[in-house]
């Protein structure tokens, strides 16, 4: 079946220090993957998709298929990106999303 | 353009009512999604909906339908409403084409069951 999981609900870091956020899917197909992103009091907004490979705020994503993960990574948190972030698999007629992941990033 | 619009933002029901909730997307966005968020988890999806056709079902009851107008917009029909079906539902457009391109969500309609 269809899947994704992001195996962390809270993450929290220091400002200036790497973060990953982890994602893994369950696809049978070829997957297209995003990583949505929703800051406080405002709408679920795209950050970056799979196909694209570039890099929004910082923040990159490579689409293992061997490890059938799309994890996102930056290499210096700041402040602002604390929000919350979803791992999203789009497929035909269908998009499923992980539980997300609330990151905070403390000063 | 001001993005994907809903209304309305919130609406209280009892249990046994019916709701309808509406969407506007993007001007030139063909594709209309619908999505079920209950606190605490991510988005689930509903529907997907592209040039007035359903193309996209998810696990959901019959209870729940949608339709979409030749301007694109789109209603979401719950019948019989549980406690459960308390949630924020999202709309999202995408782009000319098919629904696997990036979605743009709307910012929810609130639906608290009594």
């Known amino acids: 079946a269809q899947r994704v999981t992001q195996p962390e609900k809270l993450l929290s870091v220091f400002k200036g220090a790497p973060v990953e956020l982890k994602c893994n899917y369950s696809?049978?197909?070829?997957?297209?993957l995003f990583w949505y992103v929703q800051y406080s009091r405002q709408r679920l907004q795209l950050l970056l998709r799979h196909i694209s490979r570039e890099s929004i705020k910082g923040f990159t994503a490579d689409l293992n298929k061997g490890e059938t993960s799309f994890h996102l990574k930056k290499p210096f948190a700041q402040e602002e990106d604390s929000a919350m972030y979803y791992c999203?698999?789009?497929?035909?007629?269908?998009?499923?999303f992980g539980a997300g992941t609330r990151l905070t990033v403390k000063p | 353009d001001a993005g994907v619009t809903q209304s309305p933002t919130h609406l209280i029901k009892t249990r046994g009512q019916q709701v309808t909730l509406r969407c506007s997307p993007i001007?030139?966005?063909?594709?209309v999604s619908w999505y079920q968020q209950v606190l605490g988890q991510g988005p689930q999806f509903i529907f997907q909906?592209?040039?007035?056709?359903?193309?996209g079902r998810g696990n959901f009851p019959d209870r729940f339908s949608a339709r979409q107008f030749p301007n694109y917009s789109s209603e979401l029909n719950v019948n019989a409403l549980l406690l459960g079906d308390s949630a924020l539902y999202l709309c999202a457009s995408s782009s000319p084409g098919t629904g696997e391109k990036p979605q743009y969500f709307g910012p929810g309609t609130r639906l608290l069951v009594l």
């Open positions: 999203a698999l789009s497929m035909i007629g269908d998009m499923r």
């Open positions: 909906y592209y040039e007035k056709e359903e193309r």
């Open positions: 696809y049978s197909g070829s997957p297209e």
């Open positions: 001007s030139g966005h063909k594709s």
